[in-house]
């Protein structure tokens, strides 16, 4: 953040909640050299909106305060109207036309007024005084951050801080899961290894369904000499399945359980479907109806659904997550959404993986961006698989976090400096990582 921003520079709206205190130097105390600063920062939905969050080197110090709902829910509504994810009875096509044709995110100075809205009701005026504390001492601090059903698809990276910066520009963040899941005692974190095998599963063909239908082609052609394609090369003989990379027809559950056996990441790019429950979020293969599982077959396809990749059912057993895992599909991280957060991050987090990056929301292709959004056109080229490309070198990194933050900064610079709709946040800002260690042993 620019010497001398303030969160507080952002308006409140209505009247500033009390609080106990706002000191925001007090977040220095007790904090050990060399340690970066930690939170656990929650948003709990009761009546109003609870939010709490502890330093982990302060644990016995937690904070909270309360913020209304009626100054919550008008700017939740606002961020839902401007995401490409369909309200109540709206189809895909038609939150896609939304967004793209005239949407907030497509426009530099509706979106940050909507950053400072989102601001104003969810950044305590006391956690925004810490940060800046940290700011000014040259600490970047990491924040684990939990959301609750009505916050699950706040882009907090997105939040402004002062000016045209916003939160991803003082701190890396990342995507909290509850304690029953990151610290059940049956499971176990597979290793990684920058040397294991990566599982690629990339733009799957779907049966019965063609490649411009429901759950067509996400990639279209993918050129031999393409930013894409070259990056999956470089993997060399560490990709798995070896052979074709894109668009085959014989990765269903089964044939990915094989490659996954010895894996360190797995780096999916198709469809996943949401449901009225978290565990029935579903992961398209290529699966025929007659693959074992008990998800219901959609035509000549059975889905695999987070169900199935947790517990296993119907003659399949559950899946070996590798270390690493990367969802590139529509609405892939939806768990917090529910009340029992238990969609596709938290099966496969619970099967074994550390890091699991998905989306918040729906991702626009680029035939969609191209179609849709006044005055891109063929300059949409490229502006999913850039992100593939990214989230790709994020995970074969040291910390993921760090890396996919990186990226998400530059973009943040580029779009705010120039406002280009290939920098737009609808992208960039629908990535999030989710990590649950190892759980220590005491």
Same mark, same amino acid.
């Given at each position: 953040?620019?010497?001398?921003?303030?969160?507080?520079?952002?308006?409140?709206?209505?009247?500033?909640?009390?609080?106990?205190?706002?000191?925001?130097?007090?977040?220095?105390?007790?904090?050990?050299?060399?340690?970066?600063?930690?939170?656990?920062?929650?948003?709990?939905?009761?009546?109003?909106?609870?939010?709490?969050?502890?330093?982990?080197?302060?644990?016995?110090?937690?904070?909270?305060?309360?913020?209304?709902?009626?100054?919550?829910?008008?700017?939740?509504?606002?961020?839902?109207?401007?995401?490409?994810?369909?309200?109540?009875?709206?189809?895909?096509?038609?939150?896609?036309?939304?967004?793209?044709?005239? %949407?907030?995110?497509?426009?530099?100075?509706?979106?940050?007024?909507?950053?400072?809205?989102?601001?104003?009701?969810?950044?305590?005026?006391?956690?925004?005084?810490?940060?800046?504390?940290?700011?000014?001492?040259?600490?970047?601090?990491?924040?684990?951050?939990?959301?609750?059903?009505?916050?699950?698809?706040?882009?907090?990276?997105?939040?402004?801080?002062?000016?045209?910066?916003?939160?991803?520009?003082?701190?890396?963040?990342?995507?909290?899961?509850?304690?029953?899941?990151?610290?059940?005692?049956?499971?176990?974190?597979?290793?990684?290894?920058?040397?294991?095998?990566?599982?690629?599963?990339?733009?799957?063909?779907?049966?019965?369904?063609?490649?411009?239908?429901?759950?067509?082609?996400?990639?279209?052609?993918? %050129?031999?000499?393409?930013?894409?394609?070259?990056?999956?090369?470089?993997?060399?003989?560490?990709?798995?399945?070896?052979?074709?990379?894109?668009?085959?027809?014989?990765?269903?559950?089964?044939?990915?359980?094989?490659?996954?056996?010895?894996?360190?990441?797995?780096?999916?790019?198709?469809?996943?479907? !949401?449901?009225?429950?978290?565990?029935?979020?579903?992961? +398209?293969?290529?699966? %025929?109806?007659?693959?074992?599982?008990?998800?219901?077959?959609?035509?000549?396809?059975?889905?695999?659904?987070?169900?199935?990749?947790?517990?296993?059912?119907?003659?399949?057993?559950?899946?070996?997550?590798?270390?690493?895992?990367?969802?590139?599909?529509?609405?892939?991280?939806?768990?917090?959404?529910?009340?029992?957060?238990?969609?596709?991050?938290?099966?496969?987090?619970?099967?074994?993986?550390?890091?699991?990056?998905?989306?918040?929301?729906?991702?626009?292709?680029?035939?969609?961006?191209?179609?849709?959004?006044?005055?891109?056109?063929?300059?949409?080229?490229?502006?999913?698989?850039?992100?593939?490309?990214?989230?790709?070198?994020?995970?074969?990194?040291?910390?993921?976090?760090?890396?996919?933050?990186?990226?998400?900064?530059?973009?943040?610079?580029?779009?705010?400096?120039?406002?280009?709709?290939? +920098?737009?946040?609808?992208?960039?800002? !629908?990535?999030?990582?989710?990590?649950?260690?190892?759980?220590?042993?005491?």
């Amino acid at each position: 953040m620019v010497s001398g921003g303030n969160w507080r520079d952002v308006p409140q709206l209505g009247a500033p909640m009390p609080v106990a205190q706002t000191d925001g130097d007090a977040v220095l105390r007790d904090l050990p050299d060399g340690v970066r600063p930690t939170a656990r920062l929650r948003y709990i939905d009761a009546d109003d909106l609870i939010v709490s969050w502890v330093w982990e080197h302060q644990r016995s110090s937690p904070r909270m305060t309360i913020v209304p709902r009626a100054q919550v829910t008008p700017v939740l509504d606002e961020l839902a109207r401007a995401l490409p994810s369909p309200l109540p009875g709206e189809t895909g096509l038609q939150a896609l036309q939304r967004a793209l044709t005239d %949407g907030v995110l497509f426009d530099l100075e509706r979106e940050q007024h909507l950053a400072a809205l989102l601001t104003s009701v969810l950044v305590p005026q006391w956690l925004g005084s810490e940060l800046n504390t940290l700011e000014q001492a040259g600490l970047r601090p990491h924040l684990r951050v939990q959301l609750s059903p009505s916050t699950a698809q706040v882009p907090w990276e997105l939040l402004s801080t002062s000016g045209v910066e916003r939160a991803i520009d003082m701190a890396d963040v990342s995507v909290l899961l509850p304690a029953t899941l990151r610290n059940d005692p049956s499971r176990a974190v597979s290793p990684w290894s920058a040397s294991s095998p990566a599982v690629a599963v990339l733009d799957p063909v779907v049966p019965g369904f063609s490649a411009t239908g429901e759950l067509g082609s996400v990639l279209g052609p993918v %050129g031999a000499d393409s930013p894409l394609a070259t990056a999956i090369a470089d993997l060399g003989p560490r990709r798995m399945p070896a052979g074709e990379a894109f668009r085959r027809s014989d990765i269903g559950r089964l044939a990915l359980a094989e490659a996954l056996t010895d894996a360190g990441r797995l780096l999916y790019v198709g469809h996943v479907t !949401a449901s009225t429950h978290a565990l029935d979020a579903r992961l +398209h293969l290529s699966d %025929g109806a007659d693959a074992p599982g008990t998800t219901p077959p959609v035509g000549a396809h059975r889905p695999y659904s987070a169900a199935e990749i947790a517990l296993g059912g119907g003659g399949l057993s559950p899946l070996r997550a590798p270390n690493r895992v990367a969802l590139i599909a529509c609405d892939s991280g939806t768990d917090l959404r529910f009340a029992e957060p238990t969609g596709l991050v938290a099966a496969f987090l619970h099967r074994g993986a550390e890091f699991v990056t998905a989306t918040r929301w729906t991702l626009p292709t680029e035939a969609g961006l191209r179609r849709l959004v006044p005055g891109l056109d063929d300059r949409a080229e490229e502006m999913l698989t850039a992100a593939i490309v990214t989230v790709n070198a994020a995970h074969e990194s040291d910390d993921p976090i760090s890396a996919l933050g990186t990226w998400q900064r530059e973009q943040r610079e580029l779009w705010t400096s120039t406002g280009d709709p290939r +920098h737009s946040p609808i992208m960039w800002a !629908a990535f999030a990582t989710a990590w649950a260690p190892a759980r220590v042993q005491l």
